[in-house]
């Protein structure tokens, strides 16, 4: 089977000011179905880069990104967001949750682009997975900070993608909480969906498969490419 998502030999440019900053310098990176990738490193390493390319939202200068084998690079960006839509689910640091919504109208919003009559169905038994079957009607500002989370990983599963991109999910979450959600991660990758995190938070590295550091752009272990 091919990796869900792949970037190889990725170089990320920045101009500007007569400047010019390298982010990413030639990262190999594949993350593989049911596995749990933490990306660790200092603030300006280029955790954000990664994860932006990763999910489509950014195109390198120069490689190619890989999305169940084909390459993301070439597509328009009417293909890129509809493959983005497919296969990408993401989970944010601030949740980013619609907050004069219900939790379950939270979790359908990623499929109102196309009729989708179990949208609901979905939503709910998501919400039900991840422990707030008893809130699906509650807003945002009834929830606690785990639970918006939790409701945020249901939003990314609920066009079943097979791949999670999470950007600091424990960031604005106390310690308890924060295992909470990584448990929820655990489960999510049980499943067979590929799970990468970029973090400061060393306590996502005690529940990931593998850890790699990024530095000045470069990957720590570099990965070996692979069939
Ligand atoms: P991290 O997420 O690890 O803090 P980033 O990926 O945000 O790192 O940034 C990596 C480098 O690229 C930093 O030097 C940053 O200043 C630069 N950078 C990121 N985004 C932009 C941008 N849009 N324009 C110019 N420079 C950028």
Redesign the pocket.
């Known amino acids: 089977m091919s990796a869900p998502l792949r970037l190889r030999d990725v170089v990320k440019r ?1 101009d ?1 000011g007569g400047e010019t ?1 390298t ?1 990413l310098d030639g990262v190999d990176f594949a993350v593989q179905p049911g596995e749990f990738a933490a990306v660790v ?10 994860l932006h390319t990763l999910g489509l939202l950014d195109v390198p200068t120069v490689g190619t990104v890989l999305v169940d084998g084909r390459d993301a690079t070439t597509m328009t960006d009417r293909e890129r967001t509809r493959a983005r839509r497919e296969y990408i689910g993401f989970v944010f640091q601030q949740f980013y949750l619609i907050d004069t919504l219900t939790a379950v109208e939270n979790v359908t919003l990623p499929t109102v682009y196309h009729d989708d009559p179990t949208a609901d169905e979905r939503a709910q038994a998501l919400l039900g997975r991840v422990g707030l079957g008893d809130r699906l009607g509650h807003t945002p500002d009834e929830l606690s900070g785990g639970q918006k989370q939790r409701v945020a990983i249901a939003r990314a599963l609920v066009n079943d993608p097979d791949v999670v991109l999470a950007d600091e999910p424990t960031g604005n979450l106390d310690r308890d909480t924060g295992r909470q959600v990584l448990t929820e991660f655990e489960q999510v990758t049980d499943r067979g969906v590929a799970l990468v995190a ?1 973090t400061h938070d060393p306590l996502v590295a005690d529940y990931a498969d593998r850890t790699v550091r ?1 530095v000045d ?1 470069q990957l720590t272990p570099k990965e070996v490419e692979m069939a």
């Open positions: 920045y500007g900053v982010a490193g200092p603030s300006g390493s280029g955790k954000s880069t990664m970029v990024i752009g």
